[in-house]
């Protein structure tokens, strides 16, 4: 449903005073489009027809000015409250000798996390109004936080019971639902879910759900078919065995060892010195059992040696430019429908990432990565064999690998005590969120935290990827590839870049709508590269506000949402998607009135604070 300004606010409720409503289905003023616009100073003005072949966009550093535009009379409100966000409000009765008190409740995206001092309560139940009370699984009671997900729209109930049988009730808690705007759910068939999950946000009836914490996670168990698995990494290497939907809760932060910190000698390369290739496990932490940790080395390494220090498999590689590793990595493979969550304020991943490969229907969300020695999450799927001599691609994309749904989610820098690279590049780990190969993928509400390659579409220009979306990410002091990507049509909206390097880095024929993003104090906003192979790469930038940057956008300025623009975009390897963003069976577009279908379309100034606000992981 799509609401006017007006009908939209006399829907506010009181819950969170500014978000919840605007995550809760606002749709874009269906008689408007998005009328903020950005006007420079000491630069030409900038044409264009309404077809017409890309030209560079230039974006003064000196002066933005910004129109009027349909969503003042929200975000102005809205905004402006967005420091109480934090709590939600609720009704209180309680036992007047129970020791519990309430510090600050949470009821955004379809759980709620309540923050309590006083006593650990014995039992908590919850009740949507005019449903039966269920009880919380004592999982997800810790000392001084009781956190429930999985649940569907609506006003809630909490029954605090405490180990003296004294009960506080809490009441009227709205809690609201996933913002699920993008690719990942482009055409789905009607109450499929998602992962683990319906699409009301409870949990689908057959799903199995499994608790993970630093202290079982050698230990923790699940049954897939007749077999037991024991350890989480164990688990997840065998997921492609289910038969029905999983859910792995993580309860805190899982945490293993890196290899010491080891550096090449001054004026060497690692190809040079193959001492260089024996290395061993810190020990800081409990050992994450079941991780790969593979090197590419110089042929004369003692094999065994190397995986006495805690490689599990080595590659030999004749030229130094070469050698490489890819360490602490847990490989899911062949899986379809499940959810990776955190169930804490403090749930992640330290010194370890996921790579899926050949997936689908995959969704992770509230988890905090950090100090990832390789990639801390990436996607893969699969495609046809690349003619180099042509730069044909053969076969087309294997299309089965769909549905990736990334939110909620902050990735901290990586860190790399032992890179074997030529190029000494992965000090930082690589990247924090990479994907190629695959279709219908999105990516929202995350935090890129002082991340450095951050993250890639297509590992090489032969490399595809069909139907992405980037919205609500908040990207601060990050380097570069935000994200670089080849071969793709990419949707990026109401994005903020703060103090960042290289932004939208586009290559290879994508084709990239860029709609009310948030450029500031960044080196390079938007390139878009082409060669004599890949010569149409198009940005089309539509309502984006560039602040203080370094270097001039290169993006095409779209006048009007409608406006197109000569390019060659086959991100599937039979089908155009040039201008897909006007296209309703390419992409969610409104062609009644003219927008993009989605739940919250903001002027690219007001997604600021809500990417400030809402974006990364416990929200």
Not at 422 to 437: N, P
Not at 447 to 466: D, S, V, Y
Request: aromatic content about 10%.
């Amino acid at each position: 449903m799509t609401l006017l300004a007006s009908e939209f606010m006399n829907r506010k409720r009181l819950l969170v005073l500014f978000i919840l409503p605007l995550i809760s289905g606002c749709r874009l003023d269906s008689t408007s489009s998005i009328s903020e616009s950005v006007t420079t100073s000491n630069t030409s003005s900038i044409t264009s027809s309404e077809s017409s072949v890309a030209s560079p966009c230039f974006v003064s550093t000196s002066s933005v000015e910004e129109k009027d535009s349909v969503f003042s009379s929200i975000d102005s409100e809205s905004h402006e409250n967005s420091s109480k966000i934090e709590n939600s409000s609720f009704e209180e009765s309680s036992s007047s000798n129970m020791n519990f008190q309430v510090v600050k409740l949470d009821s955004l995206n379809e759980k709620i996390a309540l923050f309590f001092s006083g006593d650990k309560p014995k039992e908590v139940y919850y009740s949507l109004d005019g449903e039966t009370e269920i009880k919380v699984d004592e999982e997800l009671i810790y000392d001084e936080e009781i956190f429930i997900p999985g649940l569907k729209k609506g006003s809630y109930t909490l029954r605090i019971v405490d180990d003296q049988n004294e009960e506080m009730v809490l009441s009227s808690i709205e809690v609201s639902e996933i913002d699920r705007s993008g690719y990942a759910h482009f055409h789905l068939a009607a109450d499929s879910g998602f992962g683990g999950y319906k699409d009301d946000g409870t949990l689908k009836d057959d799903a199995q759900v499994i608790y993970v914490n630093d202290n079982n996670k050698n230990t923790v168990q699940l049954k897939i078919g007749n077999n037991t698995y024991t350890g989480l990494v164990n688990i997840l290497n065998h997921s492609k065995n289910l038969t029905t939907p999983v859910v792995i809760r993580f309860m805190d932060t899982i945490k293993t060892n890196q290899f010491k910190l080891k550096s090449v000698e001054e004026g060497k390369e690692p190809f040079d010195d193959v001492n260089y290739f024996y290395n061993e496990k810190e020990d800081t932490y409990t050992e994450l059992n079941g991780l790969a940790s593979k090197i590419w080395a110089p042929s004369t390494i003692d094999v065994d040696r190397a995986k006495q220090g805690g490689v599990t498999e080595v590659s030999t590689v004749s030229k130094s430019k070469d050698t490489d590793s890819a360490f602490n990595n847990c490989k899911v493979a062949n899986v379809s429908n499940m959810t990776i969550e955190g169930v804490s304020s403090n749930a992640g991943l330290l010194n370890w990432g996921f790579t899926f490969q050949k997936c689908a229907f995959i969704e992770l969300r509230n988890l905090t990565f950090s100090d990832y020695t390789e990639d801390a999450c990436s996607f893969e799927g699969s495609q046809g064999n690349y003619n180099k001599s042509t730069g044909v691609v053969e076969k087309t994309l294997d299309t089965n690998y769909q549905g990736y749904f990334l939110h909620h989610c902050t990735f901290n820098r990586g860190k790399n005590n032992w890179d074997l690279t030529q190029e000494q590049d992965k000090h930082d780990g690589d990247g924090s969120a990479d994907l190629k190969k695959l279709s219908n993928v999105t990516f929202a509400y995350n935090h890129f935290n002082n991340c450095h390659k951050t993250g890639l579409i297509g590992g090489g220009n032969e490399q595809m990827t069909r139907n992405v979306t980037f919205h609500h990410n908040y990207y601060e002091n990050c380097q570069s590839r935000l994200p670089l990507g080849r071969q793709v049509n990419l949707h990026c909206y109401n994005n903020y870049y703060l103090n960042c390097g290289n932004c939208q880095d586009m290559r290879a024929n994508s084709f990239t709508f860029s709609e009310a993003n948030y450029f500031e104090n960044c080196t390079s906003p938007q390139l878009a590269t082409s060669d004599s192979v890949f010569s149409s790469t198009i940005i089309k930038s539509y309502q984006d506000v560039i602040v203080n940057v370094s270097k001039a956008s290169q993006a095409s300025v779209a006048l009007t949402r409608e406006q197109s623009f000569t390019a060659n975009c086959c991100p599937d390897g039979e089908n155009d998607y040039s201008n897909f963003d006007t296209s309703s069976s390419l992409f969610y577009y409104d062609e009644v009135n003219k927008v993009s279908n989605v739940s919250l379309l903001e002027s690219a100034s007001n997604s600021k604070t809500t990417c400030m606000t809402l974006s990364g992981s416990y929200h």
